[in-house]
């Protein structure tokens, strides 16, 4: 045989590998219904988005959902630990299926990995004491809102804390911010809904309660590119129970806070 066959025939060969490998990725929504489990990327450190319970059980936004999709799709559920770092590596390096782990849906992301639409948002708020009668931009004028420097809380509020009147003190980290708020030195505070909700956990007495709405970011279910049934699969479960509730009581109860009526849009890639 001469070379020129040889060579034809290996190239042959390649070209059907690669057609193969590019099928078997395109099918992993068969793959994993066929496995009889869905391997999930979670961290369990985030609350209320995962977090361990009383009983050192896995719990949370992103633990119910997972649950929740394990069972409607008839698949075991198998957990795969993460952390905020080795959430995409560990879905690129096929160590998880998916990713529901507080991901949040931003254009950068999405051009290394697929999302779902969004199953649940979070919500960057200002907060204040529900006594607090404070429910719009305009009645911050003469107020001052805490801060933790530098965090994208930080850079919302700045962009417009002139146009509305209102003063900022930063401080260097949560930590410190949480305490100036819990101490009573600040009373109304610029972060997540989720740390309002710590915040009564540690004084009830505050009562802290979300007043504006800064920015709120849609998180998906993370999926290695290539896999559009699986996709199109997952974004078939979340308009079903968007549509039954299901989704809006999690929100809720982890949250504190319903889902918005119109959620955020997917980001343009």
Request: proline share 5%.
């Amino acid at each position: 045989m001469n070379v020129r066959k040889i060579v034809t025939r290996i190239l042959a060969a390649g070209i059907v590998a690669t057609v193969a490998m590019g099928a078997a990725r395109a099918d992993q929504y068969a793959d994993i219904v066929k496995s009889g489990k869905l391997r999930v990327s979670t961290d369990f450190a985030v609350p209320p988005f995962g977090m361990l319970d009383a009983a050192l059980q896995p719990t949370g936004l992103d633990v119910e959902s997972a649950k929740l999709l394990a069972a409607d799709w008839g698949l075991k559920l198998e957990w795969v630990k993460t952390t905020g770092a080795s959430r995409i590596p560990n879905l690129l390096s096929n160590k998880a299926d998916v990713v529901m782990s507080s991901l949040s849906i931003t254009p950068d992301r999405a051009e290394v990995i697929d999302f779902s639409k969004p199953y649940g948002v979070i919500n960057s708020v200002i907060g204040g004491k529900a006594s607090d009668k404070i429910s719009s931009w305009e009645q911050l004028k003469g107020r001052n809102v805490a801060v933790a420097r530098g965090t994208i809380n930080d850079t919302d509020i700045t962009a417009v804390a002139d146009k509305y009147g209102f003063t900022i003190t930063r401080y260097e980290d949560d930590a410190t911010l949480i305490t100036a708020i819990l101490s009573g030195q600040n009373d109304l505070i610029a972060h997540a809904t989720e740390t309002l909700k710590r915040i009564n956990e540690k004084n009830p007495a505050l009562q802290f309660e979300p007043k504006v709405i800064t920015r709120a970011s849609g998180i998906g279910i993370g999926v290695k590119k290539g896999n559009p049934e699986l996709i199109e699969k997952l974004n078939a479960w979340v308009d079903a129970n968007m549509a039954n509730g299901k989704l809006n009581a999690l929100s809720v109860k982890f949250t504190g806070v319903p889902l918005p009526e119109k959620m955020p849009a997917m980001p343009k890639k």
